[in-house]
C-alpha cells in the first residue's frame, strides 16, 4: 500500500476551540444542520422546528397576539402566543417578557417591518444560549422559527447537508400535534 499525498479538509473535530488569548478550554462547537428542532425553555415549549439561517442576523419566532404593555415596574414588555406546531394550536403558550428593542428588520421577500425583539433562552442540539428573537407573523412559512447568526455564533457550526442532528420530538408527540386546532 502507499501512502496518498491528499490532504483532508478539516473536521469539526480538528478545529480550534480555544480563542487565541482565552483562557482555559472553550466548549467544543455543536455541528447542527440547515433544519433543526430547538425548545424555548421560557415559553416552556419543548419543540419548535426551525429553519437555521445564516442569512438572518437575528433569530425570529411565530407569534400571535402580540401586545406590548407596561409591567409592574413601569418596564416596557410584550405578551405573545406562541403556535409551536405548524397548522395547530395544541400546546400553545403564552410568554410575557421584557422588550429588548424595536427593529425594523426586512424580510427575505423583501417587506420591511418593525419588529419587537425579546431575550429568551434558545436550546439547540442540546446546548442552551441566549437569543435576541423578533416576534412576527410566520404563517405561511415552513418553519415557527429562524435561527440567526448571532445565536448560531455561541459554539454552533452549520452543515447544510444535515438535517436535525439534535434530535427530533417522539414521532407520537409530532403525530399527535399535526393537524390540531
Not at 50 to 60: E, I, N, P, Q
Not at 76 to 93: C, I, K, L, N, Y
Request: net charge negative.
Amino acid at each position: 500500500m502507499t501512502e496518498s499525498n491528499h490532504t483532508r479538509e478539516p473536521a469539526a473535530a480538528d478545529l480550534p476551540t480555544v480563542p487565541a488569548g482565552a483562557e482555559g478550554p472553550a466548549e467544543a462547537p455543536v455541528v447542527v444542520g440547515w433544519r433543526e428542532w430547538v425548545g424555548l425553555p421560557d415559553a416552556l415549549t419543548p419543540w419548535v422546528k426551525a429553519k437555521v439561517d445564516t442569512g438572518a442576523r437575528t433569530s425570529a419566532l411565530h407569534a400571535f397576539r402580540i401586545e406590548r404593555h407596561t409591567g409592574d415596574h413601569g418596564e416596557d414588555r410584550v405578551r405573545f402566543e406562541v403556535h409551536p406546531w405548524q397548522g395547530s394550536t395544541a400546546d400553545a403558550r403564552t410568554v410575557d417578557l421584557p422588550v429588548e428593542d424595536v427593529r425594523t428588520v426586512r424580510s427575505s421577500n423583501g417587506e420591511v417591518q418593525d419588529r419587537f425583539v425579546v431575550l429568551m433562552p434558545l436550546r439547540l442540539a442540546g446546548r442552551t444560549v441566549e437569543a435576541e428573537v423578533t416576534l412576527t407573523d410566520r404563517d405561511e412559512m415552513g418553519f415557527r422559527m429562524l435561527v440567526g447568526r448571532t445565536a448560531l455564533a455561541q459554539g454552533f457550526l452549520v452543515d447544510p447537508a444535515a438535517s436535525y442532528l439534535g434530535g427530533e420530538p417522539p414521532r407520537g408527540v409530532r403525530r399527535r400535534n399535526r393537524g390540531r386546532s
